[in-house]
Nanobody, 117 residues
Framework: QVQLVESGGGLVQAGGSLRLSCAIS????????MGWYRQAAGKQRELVADITTGGRTKYADSVKGRFTISRDDAKNTVYLQMNSLEAEDTAVYYC???????????WGQGTQVTVSS
């Protein structure tokens, strides 16, 4: 059974930083990418950032230059370093894993990030 367990969310003031972690366990035939989505209240879920097994990264325009995605293959963990946080970054953040396809196949339970202005 595949499990994605996020941690690191919380409440932070605007301009502050948080680091999200996602530990991945269970058998996955072939991971092609790992990453993070988020969903703010009343809005659609959106891609924040992802990283392929080859190390190629992709970011939403709204977080470029502020967020950094990385992974530790030995720990099967993906991270999201979030700096210069803004109130607009407030959302539930979900860890995802892509397996062969272009859409996420596995999702974490989500972790709340709240940025106070």
């Amino acid at each position: 059974q595949v499990q994605l367990v996020e941690s690191g969310g919380g409440l932070v003031q605007a301009g502050g930083s948080l680091r999200l972690s996602c530990a991945i366990s269970g058998f996955i035939f072939r991971i092609t990418a790992m990453g993070w989505y988020r969903q703010a209240a009343g809005k659609q879920r959106e891609l924040v950032a992802d990283i392929t097994t080859g190390g190629r990264t992709k970011y939403a325009d709204s977080v470029k230059g502020r967020f950094t995605i990385s992974r530790d293959d030995a720990k099967n963990t993906v991270y999201l370093q979030m700096n210069s946080l803004e109130a607009e970054d407030t959302a539930v953040y979900y860890c995802i894993v892509k397996e062969l396809g272009s859409d996420p196949k596995y999702w974490g339970q989500g972790t709340q990030v709240t940025v106070s202005s």
